[in-house]
């Protein structure tokens, strides 16, 4: 590319032979426009966009972040480099998008360049966004629901039969939730009133357990 090529050099991107390293020419706009060679603006810190007809921040050509191959919706993350939409230079953090949707930041290589874009993305079910990051939702304990199927069913009393007869053995998180009579200092014993209880739950006759 000859210096005489070049039309418009008063961005100061240009120099007599062509455009400086980490830019390259446009013909239709006859300048010199950002291009990520060695990763580097030789000009300092600015460039200049021919589209929105500006100097702006460049600082490295490359954006810095995740690509969209290594969007984690678990993981919040960052990007720094040129917005694809405004062609200024940010750094920006993934963030909630309400409470079941996130905004991840993401690299993507356009033409020569590469720049940051953001995507919005649901939670993956079972799981909300929490600073920035999906994370798995903690369901609500179920005080009486000993087989863990988040609801009051006959099969939970008689689960508890079943351990006080030594028939079965609930595991600890189930005998947590089996013991609805006694709740403080680890509760009492498991007995079979626990079972009746969960049964006068279940059809209505109490509205809630002694330990609720």
Not at 43 to 58: N, R, V
Request: net charge negative.
């Amino acid at each position: 590319m000859s210096g005489s090529a070049i039309v418009d050099c008063a961005q100061g991107v240009c120099k007599a032979t062509g455009c400086l390293t980490g830019y390259k020419f446009n013909s239709s706009s006859g300048t010199c426009v950002q291009k990520c060679g060695d990763g580097k603006c030789d000009e300092a810190t600015e460039g200049y966009d021919s589209d929105k007809k500006e100097i702006i921040c460049m600082k490295d050509c490359g954006c810095k972040g995740p690509s969209t191959d290594e969007i984690n919706l678990f993981l919040k993350g960052t990007v720094s480099g040129i917005q694809y939409s405004s062609k200024k230079w940010i750094t920006a953090s993934d963030s909630c998008n309400g409470t079941d949707k996130v905004n991840k930041q993401y690299c993507i290589i356009k033409g020569d360049n590469s720049y940051a874009l953001y995507a919005i993305s649901k939670c993956p079910s079972g799981s909300e966004c929490k600073e920035g990051a999906c994370v798995k939702s903690t369901p609500a304990v179920i005080l009486g629901d000993v087989d863990g199927d988040n609801t009051l069913t006959t099969f939970d009393a008689v689960l508890v039969l079943r351990h006080v007869v030594g028939d079965a053995t609930l595991t600890p998180d189930q005998q947590t939730k089996a013991n609805v009579n006694s709740c403080e200092n680890g509760g009492e014993a498991l007995d079979s009133f626990d079972a009746v209880l969960i049964l006068r739950k279940f059809v209505g006759e109490i509205t809630k357990f002694p330990c609720e």
